[in-house]
């Protein structure tokens, strides 16, 4: 089935201590998504891939940083990561942009 | 004001019940518009997209109400298994991106 994953699934990592979340998928989309989402807010668009042109949010900090080697994968980087950074992160595909987003299963970060 | 703004509930409602629960957005030139489902500690997942007609899939059904800038979602003969979070969807068109409501809790009780 075509999909979209995510690993690993949970993350525990050190404060400061960077990490590196991955997303590939299946579906041959070209439009790729890192959300942020915390206990009962909606998911924060960090930014997004069209193909490989890279869009930032303007609130997205620079602690936070993307990498999409090909189609298929896409991944987040945390540089230095803070007690406020842990989160469940979401990894969203769509087709142009402009349809449904398919998201993957999340990673949740915790941050010690 | 937020662009797109959700009661948070939670709603509890009794099982085999009908409810209803409305989404409000700001920005008059939306484009499309859809309930996503999250169940907790899950992704969200596309319920239904959300037609100028309205659409209706089995027990759901969405409506839009452009003049007022609101969708709706019906859920009737509500199910043990509906008890999730609905998250009201927004595509405003700028470059690729949809906004997000912080959703609304439903928990159905038996």
């Known amino acids: 089935d075509a999909m979209v994953i995510q690993n690993p699934r949970y993350q525990v990592t050190q404060f400061g201590k960077p990490v590196t979340l991955s997303c590939s998928q299946t579906l041959n989309h070209n439009v790729m998504y890192w959300y942020q989402q915390k206990s009962s807010q909606a998911p924060k668009l960090l930014f997004h891939y069209y193909d490989k042109d890279f869009n930032n949010e303007a609130d997205t900090p620079d602690n936070f940083q993307s990498r999409r080697p090909n189609t298929s994968f896409c991944f987040l980087d945390i540089r230095s990561p803070g007690l406020g950074d842990a989160a469940m992160y979401l990894c969203a595909t769509s087709r142009d942009g402009k349809e449904t987003q398919y998201f993957g299963p999340g990673t949740r970060l915790l941050v010690l | 004001r937020k662009e797109v703004e959700q009661d948070p509930g939670p709603f509890n409602v009794p099982e085999g019940a009908t409810v209803a629960f409305n989404c409000t957005y700001s920005?008059?030139?939306?484009?499309?518009f859809f309930w996503y489902r999250q169940d907790c500690r899950k992704e969200p997942k596309l319920l239904m997209s959300v037609y100028s007609s309205g659409n209706e899939d089995g027990r759901f059904t969405a409506q839009l109400n452009r003049a007022s800038q609101y969708i709706s979602l019906l859920i009737r003969d509500s199910k043990l298994s509906d008890s999730a979070t609905y998250l009201c969807v927004v595509n405003v068109g700028r470059n690729y991106q949809l906004i997000w409501g912080a959703g609304t809790k439903l928990i159905i009780k038996p």
């Open positions: 920005n008059s030139a939306s484009q499309s």
